[in-house]
């Protein structure tokens, strides 16, 4: 639905992504096409456009295609034409997938998208294999690409793929780390983490439009700055969603990151304050015992008390806010920069 | 123990292997140091440098690193310096470690250069993880290399790496393919899986060192193609190993693609030949029972007698002669063509 800001009219979030997809789908039907067809299909299946048995599900459990969104976006930002990111934005839109894929594996994520995930559906080594495949596509795309800024858009995509996977790797090691004491995950650790799983592919995105668009580095940096602050705002929303998050609309059970003993900000924050429901908090989480639904229920209800969803909807709104004051200190043509916005509050609007 | 040939002293292969690792080793080490460190832990216990407490293990069972000494000689071969082709061999060095974590996972293989592969070690998501790290470190160290050859070179290993996958795909999907009949492995199917999924590498690191010393597409593209046919010769020699191979050499249970009933090159010759024995075997393979020792050892020994060991040994010469003749009929420089000779004939001399 269109609204209108200052006089202009600027298209919804959802408006704004479904330009996006639709530009980009050719590419992105093209370099799915050039796996081989086992491989193919199930990243046809990831990517929601097919079932288990090949068969066309049009607009089943697609994604929103945030990553190729912004690729397109960080182009018209910098006044390139749109067409010029398609290579960045199928680049970012495969790895996201490959790691989608991968973690999934890596953290026993039966569903993705209220559906069984590719490893549930396929095997464990048949999902590894689709994203290698997925990932070895998505830097060969970029490489081939028929551009003087080619070879700056793989290093910047590299760049990013090297945080992306270290940020996973943190995340992986947290579980390892005591909730709290001496060991404990601090909030600067859990900040990079997040900077890396999540901000690090939505920086890239803004950054792979800019530079394929022939932006100054300057430019481009910032573009990365802003998409990395909302990857933070993203993870917080994600973060809170993982909690208290309904079923019907995330997808997944109710819980579910208590369940995995998943250390995210809302829990880390709570247990950082000095309150009797923190002390709690720490004395449930220390036990070893599973948590079962009413377990749950309880440090569900302790991290609220103790502050934790509150504080992570404060660092969700300084990252949008931070995203958002980088894209507006930086010279980037108005139309795209509006939508921008709306696509940036849009995303982190979930909680709001 | 050097040897000589026409009235020039020639090192052997393990002279020239041993050569080109130490060459290599410093880059390597800085490469593996730049993951994080818990990768950084996984990749080093995967080449062999350490045990799975972080504790180095010198010399312990580190790979041969026959790709990072093709990548250095490819350069010598067209004339440049081998350090100029040291980024080279460390990208497909890291590309092969990345392959050896997935595939083990893939293949369920527990073992590896007789210690227990990554997964076994530390899980499978963290060896998924430590694979992907490894593959956008390989990719990343390659693009960063100040060369004006960086470009191309990305694009051969990209090129390389998508082969290497749908290699491993059409490994995978053999598994679901019958014995004989319509829908069985022809010839020429099992040839463009094992190019893909051993000779691509192999080529590429020969291209890489070329591309990288400055080499003429002609000359690049005629190490690629020695490099596959050495790959597809490594590969059926691996084939034969990996039916009657000494496991105190290779570090695998007797029998070990039998009792995967993996469908390798001895197999695949033995039932395309119409003996009593090719029939015979064609009905073992056919009943689902698995295969214990003795249906092994039966096993094994039909496709002896229906030819298949001597099908896949000439396989291996045929393609060891098609290697050696493309380095022949190119220009390259008078040593590192030796070398590679006498590299190329150690590699596929485990069997003849």
């Known amino acids: 639905m ?29 370099a ?24 066309p599900e049009p607009g089943g459990s697609e994604g929103k295609g945030v990553r190729q969104a912004l690729a397109l976006l960080g182009a018209e930002a910098v006044g390139a034409d749109a067409a010029r990111a398609v290579p960045g934005a199928v680049a970012v839109e495969l790895v996201h997938t490959f790691s989608l894929l991968h973690d999934d594996v890596m ?18 080594g048949p999902a590894v294999l689709a994203g290698d495949a997925l990932l070895a596509r998505a830097v060969t795309g970029l490489a081939e690409t028929p551009s003087d800024h080619a070879a700056a858009a793989v290093r910047r995509l590299c760049d990013a793929l090297n945080d992306l996977v270290a940020g996973q790797a943190e995340d992986l090691r947290f579980e390892h780390r005591p909730w709290h004491g ?10 990079s983490m997040a900077e890396g ?40 929303v994600d973060d809170i969603l993982g909690i208290w998050g309904d079923p019907a609309t995330t997808g997944k059970p109710v819980h579910a990151d208590l369940h995995r003993r998943k250390k995210t900000h809302p829990v880390l924050a709570a247990l950082a304050g000095g309150s009797r429901a923190a002390r709690e908090l720490g004395t449930l989480l220390a036990s070893s015992r599973p948590a079962d639904g009413a377990a749950a229920e309880r440090v569900a209800a302790l991290v609220e008390e ?47």
Chains 1, 2 share one sequence.
């Open 32 to 55: 799915v096409g050039r796996l081989h067809p086992w491989t193919g299909e199930m990243a046809a299946y990831a990517l929601g456009w097919s079932d288990t048995t090949g068969t």
């Open 107 to 124: 953290d026993a994520d039966a569903l993705r998208r209220r559906r069984p995930a590719v490893w549930k559906a396929y095997g464990t």
């Open 306 to 352: 103790a502050g934790g969803r509150a504080a992570t909807r404060g660092e969700a709104r300084r990252h949008l806010d931070a995203a958002r004051d980088t894209l507006r200190a930086t010279a980037l043509t108005r139309t795209a920069a509006r939508e921008l916005d709306v696509l940036f509050a849009g995303l982190a609007d979930r909680v709001r």
């Open 2 to 30: 269109p609204g209108t800001a200052e006089g202009v009219d600027v298209p919804s979030a959802s408006d704004v992504l479904r330009r996006c997809r639709e530009l980009v789908r050719p590419a992105l039907v093209d």
């Open 182 to 191: 001496p060991g404990a995950v601090g909030p600067e650790q859990y900040r």
């Open 197 to 236: 799983k999540t901000g690090a592919l939505l920086g890239c995105a803004l950054a792979l439009g800019a530079v394929l668009g022939g932006a100054p580095e300057p430019t481009v940096a910032a573009l990365d700055r802003a998409g990395r602050h909302l990857g933070l705002a993203f993870q917080a």
